[in-house]
């Protein structure tokens, strides 16, 4: 069973930095891809950044240039390094991994807040 462990939330105010952790139970380059999303209250979840096995990263337009989206094989663990934060981007962030051979299917972490003040 695939297990993915977010950590790195927390509150910040407007302008700030944080960077996201998903520690994965197993080899990351097992993943076809990884990302991350989010779920603001009242609002549907949301791509905000992949990265495939190839290396190529998409993000969704509201964070292009803010955010980066990077991993490490050594530390199985994909970062979300998130700069200029703004209170738009308060959410749940979760982490997602798509994995194409057995176990395949669609892993999600349990979520971290991230909170922005103005």
């Known amino acids: 069973q695939v297990q993915l462990v977010e950590s790195g939330g927390g509150l910040v105010q407007a302008g700030g930095s944080l960077r996201l952790s998903c520690a994965a139970s197993?080899?990351?380059?097992?993943?076809?891809?990884m990302g991350w999303y989010r779920q603001a209250p009242g609002k549907q979840r949301e791509l905000v950044a992949r990265?495939?096995?190839?290396?190529?990263?998409n993000y969704v337009d509201s964070v292009k240039g803010r955010f980066t989206i990077s991993r490490d094989y050594t530390k199985n663990t994909v970062y979300l390094q998130m700069n200029s934060l703004k209170p738009e981007d308060t959410a749940v962030y979760y982490c997602?991994?798509?994995?194409?051979?057995?176990?395949?299917?669609?892993?999600w972490g349990q979520g971290t807040q991230v909170t922005v003040s103005s």
């Open positions: 997602n991994a798509n994995r194409l051979v057995p176990p395949r299917g669609d892993y």
């Open positions: 197993g080899n990351i380059f097992s993943f076809n891809t």
């Open positions: 990265i495939t096995r190839d290396g190529s990263t």
